[in-house]
């Protein structure tokens, strides 16, 4: 087994007689890693390598493996079953609905008088702050908000570690109160057409509160002004029930594209 390795993560290629017949890309996610990409040769298949060299890789990992299965993927059974062989266990559920960015769109958030709503709930010393402007202190406070005080379930220090990520800096927002990180949406350009909606989160001290719509909103005021962006992707834990209600209510009348994902996870003393 051959090893590439770079600051965004590293690469394994088996060879069998220094003939190529499995490979592995990894993206480094502090302090573990998501497996990427796997493949192999279309003669090499069902003989065990794609099994020696996931196995490998969780040997050499420092903490952890994570991977992210798409349901629709023509080998999601194959890979399920490998990774549960290997002693996997799925970490999460969750689905990505896409939209058209468009009049129907933002008709349906003018009617739910989101710009009002946000305005509202930035009195008393709130504000809406793009990533690109916000202090260091909030940025740290961002990173680390599956640690601190946040209380955040989603961990978006991997997202705005890695540059591959694509995290938009100018349309991601924070909403900011008396120097405390409130709420925030992180948001992803994987092509220069399209946004995917990461992250919807808010504080533990503010869930009920509503206060996610500010940012969510001061978000959609930028993507509204760029015409070139014409597709919108918002990815949603299972587990999160009210980001999904809150969807459900803005995407109402729009037709949505689904997409259902499962991501599983492993650490050295899991591995069978």
Request: net charge neutral.
């Amino acid at each position: 087994m051959k090893t590439a390795d770079s600051e965004a993560g590293k690469a394994f290629v088996l060879t069998d007689d220094d003939v190529p017949v499995a490979y592995a890309v990894l993206i480094r996610e502090n302090p573990g890693w998501i497996l990427k990409y796997i493949y192999t040769d279309k003669d090499k298949r069902q003989m065990g390598y794609a099994s020696y060299l996931i196995r490998e890789i969780i040997l050499r990992t420092e903490k952890y493996v994570r991977v992210h299965i798409v349901h629709s993927h023509p080998y999601y059974s194959a890979i399920a079953a490998c990774l549960d062989k290997l002693g996997f266990v799925v970490n999460d559920t969750s689905c990505v609905y896409s939209v058209t960015v468009g009049n129907s769109l933002w008709e349906r958030v003018d009617e739910l008088n989101l710009v009002r709503k946000k305005e509202f709930l930035l009195r008393g010393g709130a504000e809406c702050i793009p990533f690109c402007e916000m202090s260091d202190s909030i940025r740290e406070q961002l990173i680390n908000s599956s640690s601190n005080s946040f209380g955040n379930t989603l961990n978006p220090a991997p997202l705005m570690q890695n540059d591959a990520q694509n995290v938009d800096q100018e349309i991601s927002t924070v909403l900011v109160k008396n120097g405390e990180l409130r709420a925030y949406t992180l948001i992803t350009r994987p092509s220069c057409n399209s946004i995917s909606v990461e992250h919807i989160s808010e504080a533990q001290s503010e869930i009920g509160s509503g206060r996610i719509v500010a940012p969510l909103c001061a978000s959609f005021e930028v993507i509204r002004g760029r015409p070139e962006i014409t597709m919108m992707k918002l990815t949603i834990s299972d587990r999160n029930k009210r980001s999904y209600r809150f969807v459900m209510r803005m995407l109402e009348g729009q037709e949505i594209g689904l997409t259902k994902n499962t991501s599983f996870i492993i650490t050295k003393e899991m591995l069978k």
